[in-house]
């Protein structure tokens, strides 16, 4: 797979059916690795390893409904009261993040009421801050770190 721009973290790799999969720690399960999987896998590591949020607060790939619509989040960081801290939307290194994402993450959170939102490829990372009240979001250097949320 593709190298991307986060540090280098171990994974557990399984092959099956000419198949590859990818341990996910959070789902606990083996799942495909997929170029967006991969980019996926990284994020969890990096909320993990470099932010420090436990496991017990980030959910990956759930169901939520938009507009009456069905849509899947790739990953979420919950505030221990439930509400919902952090939203990422994972896109595979091959797709260029253009505004039609930010739109998608957008339209994501109209639900979700997010505080922080995060949109990555792996080689390009961009973390915006929520400001409901004038209904725009501030683009950050960085997410913040765990600290009892």
């Known amino acids: 797979m593709q190298k991307l721009n ?4 171990n994974f557990r790799f ?17 799942i495909i690795l997929t170029p967006e999987e ?4 990284h994020v969890v590591q990096f909320l993990l390893e470099e932010k420090k ?5 980030i959910n990956v790939e759930k169901v939520l409904k938009v507009n009456g619509l069905r ?16 939203l990422i939307e994972c ?16 339209r994501y959170n109209m639900t979700m009421n997010a505080q922080f939102l995060m949109v990555t490829n792996g ?20 997410l913040p770190m765990y600290k009892n949320i």
């Open 14 to 30: 399984k092959n099956s059916e000419n198949k590859v999969s990818i341990f996910d720690e959070i789902r606990k399960k083996f």
């Open 91 to 106: 896109k595979a290194p091959e797709v260029k993040i253009a505004q039609a994402t930010f739109d998608q993450i957008a």
């Open 71 to 86: 849509k899947r989040y790739d990953v979420v960081v919950f505030n221990s009261d439930g509400s919902i801290f952090i």
């Open 6 to 9: 986060f540090q280098l973290y």
């Open 38 to 41: 991969w980019v996926r896998q």
């Open 123 to 142: 080689l390009n990372h961009y973390f915006c801050q929520m400001d409901f009240e004038n209904e725009k979001y501030q683009f950050l250097p960085e």
């Open 53 to 57: 949020y436990p496991k017990s607060l």
